[in-house]
T-cell receptor, first 116, second 108 residues
Framework: DTGVSQNPRHKITKRGQNVTFRCDPISEHNRLYWYRQTLGQGPEFLTYFQNEAQLEKSRLLSDRFSAERPKGSFSTLEIQRTEQGDSAMYLC??????????????FGDGTRLSIL | LAKTTQPISMDSYEGQEVNITCSHNNIATNDYITWYQQFPSQGPRFIIQGYKTKVTNEVASLFIPADRKSSTLSLPRVSLSDTAVYYCLVGKTDKLIFGTGTRLQVFP
């Protein structure tokens, strides 16, 4: 299967610890996105990359959050000094930039983060 | 970005056609209308996208009236596996803004 892959699928950690998630997009896709989803809500946009450049960051992405996409391939999302409110599903998506409108985004199945 | 309004939930039976309507009164000229489906513990999955009139693919149809202030996702002959949350999104960029969606429950 050549879909978007996210690891780990689940992460449980204590408050104050740092966590890092990885996303491997579909190989030919040049855009990569991170979203966060809490129970009963739709996904919330966090940030996105075109190739290795981070083009937009949501105000939701506090200074404890950092995302990278070295070499325009896989991406990592790190959360430092985790807080209870960080508990959520973190979703990654990728797409191929097109000239007409927002193209279909292909989502992974997410990393579920639980803060104890 | 245009705000969307859709029903919180809908029920249907297997084999029926389901129509989910989304209101987007403030849609902008360059905005597209996109629908995603999401199953529990999975990421959303793209269903269909349109700008005006009607778009059809192998799984759904999207009807958009001339004023574009609303749109209707039509799922023909639903099955139990169509039980999911359906999101209507309006925008022109890749920064997707999801609402709370419509929870469709299909009964046998």
């Amino acid at each position: 299967d050549t879909g978007v892959s996210q690891n780990p699928r689940h992460k449980i950690t204590k408050r104050g610890q740092n966590v890092t998630f990885r996303c491997d997009p579909i190989s030919e896709h040049n855009r990569l996105y991170w979203y966060r989803q809490t129970l009963g809500q739709g996904p919330e946009f966090l940030t996105y990359f075109q190739n290795e450049a981070q083009l937009e960051k949501s105000r939701l992405l506090s200074d404890r959050f950092s995302a990278e996409r070295p070499k325009g391939s896989f991406s990592t999302l790190e959360i430092q000094r985790t807080e209870q409110g960080d508990s959520a599903m973190y979703l990654c998506a990728s797409s191929l930039a097109s000239g007409t409108g927002p193209g279909p985004q292909h989502f992974g199945d997410g990393t579920r983060l639980s803060i104890l | 970005l245009a705000k969307t309004t859709q029903p919180i939930s809908m029920d249907s039976y297997e084999g029926q056609e389901v129509n989910i309507t989304c209101s987007h009164n403030n849609i902008a000229t360059n905005d597209y209308i996109t629908w995603y489906q999401q199953f529990p513990s999975q990421g959303p999955r793209f269903i269909i996208q349109g700008y005006k009139t009607k778009v059809t693919n192998e799984v759904a149809s999207l009807f958009i009236p001339a004023d574009r202030k609303s749109s209707t996702l039509s799922l023909p002959r639903v099955s139990l596996s169509d039980t999911a949350v359906y999101y209507c999104l309006v925008g022109k960029t890749d920064k997707l803004i999801f609402g709370t969606g419509t929870r469709l429950q299909v009964f046998p």
